[in-house]
């Protein structure tokens, strides 16, 4: 039982370039979302997804799409990077039907340039 | 909009001492109040949570208080330990279990 994954550990991107963040869990969780967080600062969730086919944005979704085509896999891409993007991005899943334990993945450090 | 927030940005204790770590909030309508706690190079990880409907909880060596009349949120850390020192976050949840968090208070444990 492995839980939240991301891939990458680490990513530098020139400004620009586009990429898609891994997320993957294997707990059977409904709920998925990604946050992303700057020093000095709490997370502020990205898009999330209350399950397979559903999406929705967050606070911050701006430059970012999401999508859900199953269960396991919630992939964040990055359109076209600029260096406001440049943070720690979280993956987290979550039960559902009122669990509020979410489980968080290691994090993605990106860098753009 | 309405966040949850921290009094403190950094508590040093020593080990042994009892910790109590402070949080406002603002969103009155929340369901949960959650505590997370964050190792460096590492993601978040689930303390313990309390329901909007209740004043108190107890895990181990942790306990949670929620004063909904002055919206604020406390964790108390018992006989904190080395191991206690990270950043922890206090967290709302609503809806469908996504997180509205705090900016984090680090917590600093010396021998």
């Known amino acids: 039982n492995a839980g939240v994954t991301q891939t990458p550990k680490f990513q530098v991107l020139k400004t620009g370039q586009s990429m898609t963040l891994q997320c993957a869990q294997d707990m059977n969780h409904e709920y998925m979302s990604w946050y992303r967080q700057d020093p000095g600062m709490g997370l502020r969730l990205i898009h999330y997804?209350?399950?397979?086919?559903?999406?929705d944005q967050g606070e911050v979704p701006n430059g970012y799409n999401v999508s859900r085509s199953t269960t396991e896999d919630f992939p964040l891409r990055l359109l076209s990077a600029a260096p406001s993007q440049t943070s720690v991005y979280f993956c987290?899943?979550?039960?559902?039907?009122?669990?509020?334990?979410?489980?968080f993945g290691q994090g993605t450090r990106l860098t753009v340039v | 909009g309405e966040s949850v927030g921290l009094h403190l940005p950094t508590l040093s204790v020593q080990e042994g001492d009892n910790s109590i770590i402070n949080c406002a909030y603002s969103n009155s309508a929340s369901d949960y109040f959650i505590w997370y706690k964050q190792e460096s190079g590492k993601g978040p990880q689930f303390i313990i949570d309390i329901r909007s409907n209740m004043d108190k909880r107890q895990g181990q060596r942790v306990t949670v208080l929620l004063n909904k009349t002055v919206k604020h949120l406390s964790l108390q850390i018992a006989a904190t330990q080395p191991g206690d020192s990270a950043v922890y976050f206090c967290a709302e949840i609503s809806g469908y279990s996504t997180l509205t968090f705090g900016k984090g208070t680090m917590l600093l444990v010396s021998p």
């Open positions: 997804s209350v399950g397979a086919g559903i999406t």
């Open positions: 987290a899943s979550t039960l559902g039907g009122g669990r509020t334990e979410a489980f």
